[in-house]
Nanobody, 121 residues
Framework: QVQVVESGGGLVQAGGSLGLSCAAS????????MGWYRQAPGKQRELVAT???????NYAVSVKGRFTISRDNAKNTVYLQMNSLKPEDTAVYYC???????????????WGQGTQVTVSS
């Protein structure tokens, strides 16, 4: 079982910055990839950025160069630094943790409750 808890987010003007963090607490599981997804009103959830346990990262084209994902493996925590924010970045941001159970060796996806990011023009 893994619990994923996000923090950060809020309201910012266009061009501003915000940071998100997400901590995954685990029992008898190993955290693999972690990442951020977002869902704007009326749209499907989309990938923002992911990072593997060895630090390899992947970004959506729309955020590349503006957002930076990082990770602290010792704390099972992933961060998302968002710079040069645009109104189209407005969405609920969800943290995702992919973990493998060390008892059943089955992969699971865990999601946070989501945090609102609103960028005003």
């Amino acid at each position: 079982q893994v619990q994923v808890v996000e923090s950060g987010g809020g309201l910012v003007q266009a061009g501003g910055s915000l940071g998100l963090s997400c901590a995954a607490s685990r029992t008898v599981s190993r955290i693999k990839d972690m990442g951020w997804y977002r869902q704007a009103p009326g749209k499907q959830r989309e990938l923002v950025a992911t990072i593997s346990s060895d630090g390899s990262s992947n970004y959506a084209v729309s955020v590349k160069g503006r957002f930076t994902i990082s990770r602290d493996n010792a704390k099972n925590t992933v961060y998302l630094q968002m710079n040069s924010l645009k109104p189209e970045d407005t969405a609920v941001y969800y943290c995702n943790a992919k973990a493998i159970s060390l008892t059943t060796w089955i992969d699971y996806d865990y999601w946070g409750q989501g945090t609102q990011v609103t960028v005003s023009s």
